[in-house]
């Protein structure tokens, strides 16, 4: 089953993209922003061959590339255990008559997750907190919106999603680590 999307709705998906690379070429070459944006434009997380290219342009401390790869590495693991913990918080959530009923609804917001760690992943391999787009961000809250997404449970996976990724890392990693995590929490937390 999927979604009925409204003309708004349609409209509104390609402009809510909340990636920007804008400011990173004081730190890096074309040729790697262009890395970023491409895998953005599909959607994807860096691949190895793009991390070995990170790694070549010496930009960014080794530690931040690994950790996007292992974020990466264990991306369905992690989203599993942010959606095990909406779950948990909002036990009725997708019975019949609640926010992510049916099914299909459910599937977005589990994407969703998956999506919001990927955008995070980029932001850690540029070592850059400041990864996402203000204009992005005002056509997803509209989006969120006009589809009646459970803000509550969106903010409460991602938390879930910066848990589930820190204990993969050591205490003093985990601690560099959470303000790329914190920054899109928080820009989510803005939503009306």
Known sequence: MTIELSERAK?????????????????FPTEIIQ???????EG??????????????????????????????CATEIVDEAREEVLAKYPNITAEGGDLYPAARAEACWRDFWH??????????????????????????????ELLVPLSAMVCGLEAIK???????????QAELAPYFDHLVARLKEFS
């Not at 010496?58 to 990466?72: C, K, M, N, T």
């Not at 850059?128 to 005002?138: A, C, D, I, V």
């Open 163 to 173: 848990t589930a990724s820190l204990k993969r890392f050591s205490s003093e990693k």
């Open 11 to 27: 409209q509104l998906i390609p402009k809510a993209r909340i990636v920007s690379f804008k400011g990173w070429e004081e730190v």
């Open 35 to 41: 890395l970023f944006q491409m895998a953005d434009d």
């Open 44 to 73: 994807r997380y860096l691949t190895d061959s793009d991390f070995n290219l990170l790694k070549s342009s010496s930009a960014v401390p080794i530690f931040y590339i690994e950790a996007a790869s292992l974020l990466r590495d």
């Open 116 to 145: 919001f760690l990927r955008c995070i992943s980029y932001g850690i391999a540029g070592n850059n907190t400041e990864f996402t787009s203000k204009e992005g961000l005002y056509y997803m809250n509209l989006l969120y919106q």
